[in-house]
């Protein structure tokens, strides 16, 4: 299994970035794909999540209206998509694979990540 | 919400260090622990409150479940020097405590 991620990018405030996280080494539609964010010297902080097979998407509150999680099943590649950037976003961003979309979320831990990608946000 | 203590703890290679964790709800078995160095993605430690990831020595060791957790580890290595989540996975978002920074004394 492996997670591999776009690489660092720097966006000034206002403007979008978005984030791929290309998978590998297992069934691509048949498990979650999940995205946490880690500020500087923080901890982690979760953003959302896709279910792969029909695209169904579902944000923390705080991130609602502002992220958007896409995939590409032909590619099995999760985008993560953020607008209106401000400095406050400025952080590593990691995708993590979830647990199956057919059972309960008592898997629903983080065996695999990607090896996350830095956002810097500043004018 | 998920609350970590302490935020920081030192110990000496060789010793034992306990970490908790306490969630604001419970949150049954539905938690997981994870251990992150420097520049690095977190690494899975324990899942299901108690079960080791793979790979995972056995000086690793997850107990509770409600609202209580705690990370034992054991005989502690060089390698263990690092920072520890806990993360809830019950309820929609999937929190994480703020972490535990294990440093060597």
């Known amino acids: 299994v492996q997670l591999v991620q776009s690489g660092a990018e720097v966006k000034r405030p206002g403007a979008s970035v978005k984030v791929s996280c290309k998978a590998s080494?297992?069934?691509?539609?048949?498990?979650?794909m999940h995205w946490v964010r880690q500020a500087p010297g923080r901890g982690l902080e979760w953003m959302g999540l896709i279910n792969p097979n029909g695209g169904m998407t579902t944000y923390a509150r705080k991130f609602q209206g502002r992220v958007t999680l896409t995939r590409d099943t032909s590619t099995s590649t999760v985008y993560m998509e953020v607008r209106s950037l401000r400095s406050e976003d400025t952080a590593t961003y990691f995708c993590?694979?979830?647990?199956?979309?057919?059972?309960?979320?008592?898997?629903?831990?983080?065996?695999?990540w990607g090896q996350g990608t830095l956002l810097t946000v500043s004018s | 919400v998920m609350t970590q203590t302490p935020a920081s703890l030192s110990v000496s290679p060789g010793e034992s260090a306990t970490l908790s964790c306490r969630a604001s709800e419970a949150v049954s078995s539905n938690l997981a622990w994870y251990q992150q160095k420097p520049g690095q993605s977190p690494r899975l430690l324990i899942y299901?409150?108690?079960s080791r990831a793979t790979g995972i020595p056995d000086r690793f060791r997850g107990s509770g479940s409600g609202t209580e957790f705690t990370l034992t580890i054991t005989s502690l290595q060089s390698e263990d020097f690092a920072v520890y989540f806990c993360?809830?996975?019950?309820?929609?978002?999937?929190?994480f405590g703020q972490g535990t920074k294990l440093e060597i004394k």
């Open positions: 080494g297992y069934d691509f539609i048949s498990l979650y």
């Open positions: 993590a694979r979830g647990g199956s979309i057919y059972g309960d979320n008592s898997d629903e831990y983080y065996q695999f």
């Open positions: 299901g409150a108690s």
């Open positions: 993360q809830q996975y019950i309820n929609w978002p999937y929190t």
